[in-house]
């Protein structure tokens, strides 16, 4: 198992400024994701953070909006640049220890944002 | 990725058995069938998965058919603590083992 915390829980930010979320692991993960999930939706991936090379980024996502830092096996950080209220989401970090069709994804609690 | 098919929402007694269905038609012989479920104000949790063979653990079993086009997730006995939006997930390994959420089932249980 994992557990998973993000830093910060909630943040109410101004539009064009930049917020960087915190995902720390109590344990060394192999796989590290970032989701999104606006508000009544569901879960949409962002990005793989990969360790100690460039995130994976999904369809729809760009690395200049969504910078990723996966420096270590146990944390990793998501930003959100030059905010706009369409950004206004749950932010969730998410990791699996072994990176296998098996495998189960362990969910942080969430990083709720709100930009006005 | 293979897509599923979650009905909007489901109601359910307490107490009484829950039957959660997925369609996943285009399933490949290599995708696993996982379910999730997230509580209110939560990120999701495991519930359970598997490839071919019915499997049972302490939350729930999941029903797979012959063909694996189709599944079913049940709750034996829907608590109050059970209303959550179940997920559906096909893996695979082609995509870096992503998970992909589709709408889900929102589960509502009544006293």
């Known amino acids: 198992s994992a557990v998973i915390s993000q830093k910060p829980s909630r943040d109410i930010c101004q539009r064009g400024t930049s917020l960087t979320i915190q995902c720390q692991v109590d344990?060394?993960?192999?796989?590290m994701f970032w989701y999104r999930q606006q508000p009544g939706q569901s879960l949409t991936l962002i990005a793989t953070?990969?360790?100690?090379?460039?995130?994976?980024?999904e369809s729809g996502f760009v690395i200049d909006k969504f910078p990723i830092s996966r420096p270590n096996l146990t944390f990793s950080t998501l930003t959100v640049s030059n905010m706009s209220p369409e950004d206004s989401s749950i932010y969730l970090c998410?990791?699996?220890?072994?990176?296998?069709?098996?495998?189960?994804?362990?969910f942080g609690p969430g990083t709720r944002l709100t930009v006005l | 990725d293979a897509k599923t098919t979650q009905p909007n929402s489901m109601e359910s007694n307490e107490e009484e058995p829950v039957h959660l269905p997925c369609n996943h038609s285009?399933?490949?012989?290599?995708?696993?069938i996982h379910w999730y479920r997230q509580l209110p104000s939560q990120g999701p949790e495991y519930v359970i998965h598997?490839?071919?063979s019915n499997v049972n653990n302490r939350m729930a079993s999941l029903a797979i058919a012959e063909d694996r086009k189709s599944s079913t997730l049940i709750l034996h006995r829907a608590t109050l603590r059970d209303a959550a939006v179940y997920y559906c997930?096909?893996?695979?390994?082609?995509?870096?083992?992503?998970?992909?959420f589709g709408a889900g089932t929102r589960l509502f249980v009544k006293a």
């Open positions: 997930i096909l893996r695979d390994n082609t995509g870096g083992f992503k998970t992909i």
């Open positions: 598997g490839l071919t």
């Open positions: 344990s060394q993960v192999t796989m």
């Open positions: 285009t399933i490949s012989g290599t995708d696993y």
């Open positions: 998410s990791v699996e220890t072994s990176g296998t069709s098996t495998d189960t994804q362990y």
């Open positions: 953070a990969n360790q100690g090379s460039e995130a994976t980024y």
